[in-house]
């Protein structure tokens, strides 16, 4: 009467990592099946019993052996390292079972795998999303291996490689580098881990820049992190989120919608070579507007975000004037009330109409030129009118105006880019933000402010202060 196949996992290669369930089933068995390099490490355990060794590549021949065995009426256990059922026998004796619909009793007995063991080595690397690839392309065309590693890069996950090198596969460990580099930054951690729980045992952390393949062979797993791992006291660890959680606890609602939609955004845009004050300041457009692209409009020169931010925390900053009442309104007036800003739109001035009608000029225009008048060192926010700002750009070149700074977002078709074209060069000097082509807006111009005046929350990528 047919018996009982156990497949095993031994897990990476010492006693201490196999578990009471693997070691009770070793003990039941009559017969165990495996690779010889396995043996050695259960040798203490297999005394008086029949062992079968193969070597490598003889996959198939162990499992059928195993079925002979079990069917002639003994209990096999069929020994892989790890787990048995990742990258192991368990699959195989599935697979043969199905195919000769065999009566054999087949257990997968679980063991630890060596991609968990090779983590509580390097510290705590698997602490969220994870995934494994084996590089081995014996079995898998390399072409679905590395549509595999692409989108676990791309996905951000923290990736375990098994089977990184061997003899006749020399190239692609550096290939799989390369893919990581185009997506992962190269200070990304990287854990090496060879012959976990061996005499032999290495372990190290370095980065996805250092990765080659002096530092591999078949007996090591490599655990690269995601955007959020770093590295502590030479151990990798991947934030599962309880700090900041923690820190954001006490944040009002709306900065906590803020904060998880800025973490939406950035799983959108690109921020390759893009300077933090660059992000800082799209991310708030993009959140204002759901527009996307904005990442590639928006358009800062001399160091506009620091110098901004330093002067709106001088206690003596500047005023803010707009070209329309709206872009007022959008500024958060419990950061305004805090640092005294002054902020004034003069198209509801009694002076204004006056103004355009003597002079035949529009009231946008006729409200620039008495902002100029009574601050010429303002900083000038424009989220409407073109004509406005190409108004102010005639009195820097007349010397009439020295802004600490221009919002450059008019909107709309006539004259927009233009005015845009003519602050970049001809006032090439003065510090800006442009929202280059016809995009733009008052809540754009508003939110620009907001990003300025929120500028020492950016390296945490904490916003929506003053909400």
Known sequence: MPKKIYSIGIGPGNEKFLTPQALQAIQEAEVIVGYSFYFEHIKQLSGGKELIDTGMKKERQRAEKAFEIAESGKTVAVISSGDSGVYGMAPLLWEMKAEKASDVDLEVVPGI?????????????????????????LLTPWEKIEK?????????????????????????LMRLRELFLEVRSPETPVGIARNVGREDESIEVITLAELDVTKADMFTVIVIGNSQTFKAQGKMVTPRG????????????????????????LDHIDITDKSLAHVWVALHCIHTTAD????????????????????????????????VSMVTRGIRRATAAKLGLEIKCYLDD???????????????????????????????????????????IKLIRNGKANPAGVIAAPVGFVNVKESKWQLKYGCPDVPAVFVNGRKGGSNVAATIINAILSWSEAEQMHPGEGL
Not at 149 to 172: C, E, H, M
Request: proline content about 4%; overall charge neutral.
């Open 113 to 137: 795998s060596a991609m968990f063991a090779a983590a509580s080595k390097l510290g705590a690397p698997l602490g969220h999303d994870f995934c494994s690839i084996s590089m081995s392309d």
């Open 350 to 392: 009694e002076r204004v109409a006056e103004m355009a009608s003597q002079k035949n000029i529009t009231r946008t225009q006729a409200g620039i030129q008495l902002a100029v008048e009574e601050h010429p060192d303002a900083i000038f926010a424009f989220g409407n009118a073109p004509t406005a700002l190409i108004e102010l």
């Open 292 to 323: 996307f692209k904005l990442n590639e409009s928006v358009e800062l020169s001399n160091n506009v975000v620091e110098q901004l931010h330093e002067k709106f925390y001088s206690g003596k900053p500047p005023v803010i004037v707009t070209d």
């Open 148 to 172: 595999r590693i692409v989108a676990a890069a791309n996905a951000d996950f923290v990736t375990a490689v098994y089977n990184p090198l061997s003899k006749g596969r020399f190239w692609q």
């Open 242 to 265: 309880y700090y900041a959680n923690k820190n954001n606890s006490q944040d009002k609602l709306g900065r906590r919608i803020m904060n998880a939609s800025f973490q939406t955004i």
